[in-house]
């Protein structure tokens, strides 16, 4: 099992800004889609932004559009989460996942998902 590891999350005010960060170790994931997704206790796990191995193509929820960007470094084997303008509504667990990017975007499946971090947004 690769892991991945997600650091970045915390307790912020909303309008507040954070940055997640993912570190795949073990082998290279240059040629791996990287995504995260968010989850809260009673709901469906949430898909919030995907990016291609190049970086070309990226996805957004419709929730985030505007507000979260999703960027990578494949040197470092490392995928970020730049969220800014955060709401109540965007507390979750966030897990990283890396796979293939028509899995990712279609049922959500993933080859490997992180533990993940806690994101809490007081209103």
């Known amino acids: 099992q690769v892991p991945l590891v997600e650091s970045g999350g915390g307790l912020v005010q909303a309008g507040d800004s954070l940055r997640l960060s993912c570190a795949a170790s073990?082998?290279?994931?240059?040629?791996?889609?990287m995504g995260w997704f968010r989850q809260t206790p009673g709901k469906a796990r949430e898909r919030v932004a995907v990016?291609?191995?190049?970086?070309?193509?990226?996805f957004y929820a419709d929730s985030v559009k505007g507000r979260f960007s999703i960027s990578r470094n494949n040197a470092e084997n490392t995928v970020y989460l730049q969220m800014n303008s955060l709401k109540a509504e965007d507390t979750a667990v966030y897990h990283c996942?890396?796979?293939?990017?028509?899995?990712?975007?279609?049922?959500?499946?993933?080859?490997?998902w992180g533990q993940g971090t806690q994101v809490t947004v007081s209103s």
């Open positions: 996942a890396v796979g293939d990017w028509v899995a990712l975007l279609g049922a959500g499946r993933a080859e490997y």
């Open positions: 073990g082998r290279s994931f240059s040629r791996d889609a």
């Open positions: 990016i291609s191995w190049s970086g070309d193509s990226v």
